[in-house]
T-cell receptor
Framework: KAGVTQTPRYLIKTRGQQVTLSCSPI?????VSWYQQTPGQGLQFLFE???????NKGNFPGRFSGRQFSNSRSEMNVSTLELGDSALYLC?????????????FGEGSRLTVL | GESVGLHLPTLSVQEGDNSIINCAYS??????FIWYKQESGKGPQFIID?????DKRQGQRVTVLLNKTVKHLSLQIAATQPGDSAVYFC???????????FGGGTRLMVKP
């Protein structure tokens, strides 16, 4: 079956703009998580959605937000972009329930902020 | 997904040798510890996990060891192959949610 699909794969924005990234999870997966990956900070958890509700949130400012739709697809939005927001944004999905840590990641959306 | 690249510790091994990648974790309350592999241009891929009440678990060519006394996790790869070249991340999770806390990563380079 198809894996996690993220769009767009690459994008360039300027400071102050906003961006919306999209994630389609594996069919049947109801939990979607977002991670930011940078050379300096590594992989950091942003938030997790399950059944259209944010279930967990990482330590990021309010400029970072997300949502999940009834078909489990998810979007994340970053407003008022800063240079430091340049990163690879990864989406991961998994079945709901007790989780052993096996997440299925997409290939990411690489955001460059100029 | 080009992974963390600037200051990653690097392990270089000869093809066919065994590799051992180490990781120190921080949260004694974590329920599971996990290893992920990230190849250039791709997202992380799950390799193996171990529950906190175990000290060893084996998979296909991989073994994970957990030492809770010193908060240390290791991944052993037997008969390392060129396809194993990637960045390896350890991670930990609390069962309260799907929030993974990742380590900094180790780059494994396999010499033919």
């Amino acid at each position: 079956k198809a894996g996690v699909t993220q769009t767009p794969r690459y994008l360039i924005k300027t400071r102050g703009q906003q961006v919306t990234l999209s994630c389609s999870p594996i069919s049947g997966h109801r939990s979607v998580s977002w991670y930011q990956q940078t050379p300096g900070q590594g992989l950091q958890f942003l938030f997790e959605y399950f059944s259209e509700t944010q279930r967990n949130k990482g330590n990021f400012p309010g400029r970072f937000s997300g949502r999940q739709f009834s078909n489990s697809r998810s979007e994340m939005n970053v407003s008022t972009l800063e240079l430091g927001d340049s990163a690879l944004y990864l989406c991961a999905s998994t079945l709901a329930g007790v989780n052993t840590g096996e997440l299925f990641f997409g290939e990411g959306s690489r955001l460059t902020v100029l | 997904g080009e992974s963390v690249g600037l200051h990653l510790p690097t392990l270089s091994v000869q093809e066919g040798d065994n590799s051992i990648i180490n990781c120190a974790y921080s949260n004694s309350a974590s329920d599971y510890f996990i290893w992920y592999k990230q190849e250039s241009g791709k997202g992380p891929q799950f390799i193996i996990d171990i529950r906190s009440n175990m000290d060893k678990r084996q998979g296909q060519r991989v073994t994970v060891l957990l030492n809770k006394t010193v908060k240390h996790l290791s991944l052993q790869i037997a008969a390392t192959q060129p396809g194993d070249s990637a960045v390896y991340f350890c991670a930990e999770i609390l069962n309260a949610g799907n929030m993974l806390t990742f380590g900094g990563g180790t780059r494994l380079m396999v010499k033919p």
